[in-house]
Every structure is written in structure tokens, then in C-alpha cells.
T-cell receptor, first 109, second 113 residues
Framework: GIQVEQSPPDLILQEGANSTLRCNFS?????LQWFHQNPWGQLINLFY???GTKQNGRLSATTVATERYSLLYISSSQTTDSGVYFC???????????FGRGTSLIVHP | DAGVIQSPRHEVTEMGQEVTLRCKPI?????LFWYRQTMMRGLELLIY????????DSGMPEDRFSAKMPNASFSTLKIQPSEPRDSAVYFC???????????FGPGTRLTVL
């Protein structure tokens, strides 16, 4: 099956800093999502982005399917951005997403 | 619109007891997924349904686990008998159709003593 690798595994920021999270995958994709799991455990949809670029407020994402990676940008980070960010990728004939191990983000005030 | 609804939110039980977790997908969604999340193994897909039919249950850890979807608006995940190693957060998710954006419920935190 497809391999999904996220980097970095851990990230610590001061409030106001910018960051880039990366998701590499080993095969062509037919769907890709970014999720934020907040400190209370809820999985929140950020982007559904099998290709192209999307923006939502301080967050944006870009998927370059031909080069098999996706990036999540967080600008002017806030303490509420803390949590784990997951990339989930479906590929080939399977529409079932495979989750990466996540990037754990801590934003200090 | 209501999102994916799961109940109970927390369950504490003793080893050997039967546990039933419940899920109501988003109305109009045709695919439903059960996941388990632990620190050691991350998010694991247990089983998924399409149009109420189980498609792939290869992620179900053993025969103690079973899942049903009797209609488009309800699914259950049952563990019988439960064991301490089943302690985890169990998530239900739904999509309009396979390959579309997936939406997760709040999860059920299960503790088996």
C-alpha cells in the first residue's frame, strides 16, 4: 500500500511564527486531506486537496501530485493551533485514506 | 447541519464485558468508517461500509470485534469480550461517497480495566 511520511514529527513555535508541515507519499493520489487533532482529541478538517493550492485564513495548503508531496502552511501561529496535524492519502484503485503519523505542534504564548 | 454523532463519548468497563459503540453518519453520506487510535499504532482503519454493506474488515483485530450497519443512519461496533488492550479512542467517520472528503465524529474513549 501507499506510504505516507510526515515531517517534522515535532515542532515547537512561539506565537506569531510561521511554519511549514510536509507530507510525502509513495504513489499517485486520488484524494488527500489535512486534519488538525486538537488537544481535546477532535479531528478537524482543514483541507481536501488532491492537487493544487487552497487557502483558509492563516492556513494554506499545496499538493504537487506529480512530485508526491503536500505542504501545509501555518502563518502567524496562535496557541490554539497546537495539536497534531495529520495528512491522509488515498491512492490508485483504493479511495481509502492512509494516515501519516502526524506532526505534533506546540505553540507557546 | 449535525456532524457525525458518536455515543457514548466515554466508556469504562471491566475485562470480559461486552461493549457497544454507536455512530450516526452525516445525513446523505453513503460511506462509513470505523477507526481506532492509540499512541503506539496511531490511527488504524478497522472496517468500512459503502451503502450499508461492509466492504473491507481486514483491519478488525480479531473475532471479538464485529460491526454492523443496519441502515443508512446507524452503525455499531461491538467488542465481546473486551480486553484491556482494546483501550483506545474509537472514531467513526463518514463521506458522501468513497474518495470524497471524510468527516470524523468526536470519538469514544474506551477504557477496559
Amino acid at each position: 500500500g501507499i506510504q505516507v511520511e510526515q515531517s517534522p514529527p515535532d515542532l515547537i513555535l512561539q506565537e506569531g511564527a510561521n511554519s511549514t508541515l510536509r507530507c510525502n507519499f509513495s504513489d499517485s493520489v486520488n484524494n488527500l486531506q489535512w486534519f488538525h487533532q486538537n488537544p481535546w482529541g477532535q479531528l478537524i478538517n482543514l483541507f481536501y486537496i488532491p492537487s493544487g493550492t487552497k487557502q483558509n485564513g492563516r492556513l494554506s495548503a499545496t499538493t504537487v501530485a506529480t512530485e508526491r508531496y503536500s505542504l501545509l502552511y501555518i502563518s502567524s501561529s496562535q496557541t490554539t493551533d497546537s495539536g497534531v496535524y495529520f495528512c491522509a492519502v488515498g491512492s490508485g484503485g483504493s479511495y481509502i485514506p492512509t494516515f501519516g503519523r502526524g506532526t505534533s505542534l506546540i505553540v507557546h504564548p | 447541519d449535525a456532524g457525525v454523532i458518536q455515543s457514548p463519548r466515554h466508556e469504562v468497563t471491566e475485562m470480559g464485558q461486552e461493549v457497544t459503540l454507536r455512530c450516526k453518519p452525516i445525513s446523505g453520506h453513503n460511506s462509513l468508517f470505523w477507526y481506532r487510535q492509540t499512541m503506539m499504532r496511531g490511527l488504524e482503519l478497522l472496517i468500512y461500509f459503502n451503502n450499508n454493506v461492509p466492504i473491507d474488515d481486514s483491519g478488525m483485530p480479531e473475532d471479538r470485534f464485529s460491526a454492523k450497519m443496519p441502515n443508512a443512519s446507524f452503525s455499531t461496533l461491538k467488542i465481546q469480550p473486551s480486553e484491556p488492550r482494546d483501550s483506545a479512542v474509537y472514531f467513526c467517520a463518514s463521506t458522501q461517497s468513497l474518495g470524497n472528503e471524510q468527516f470524523f465524529g468526536p470519538g469514544t474513549r474506551l477504557t477496559v480495566l
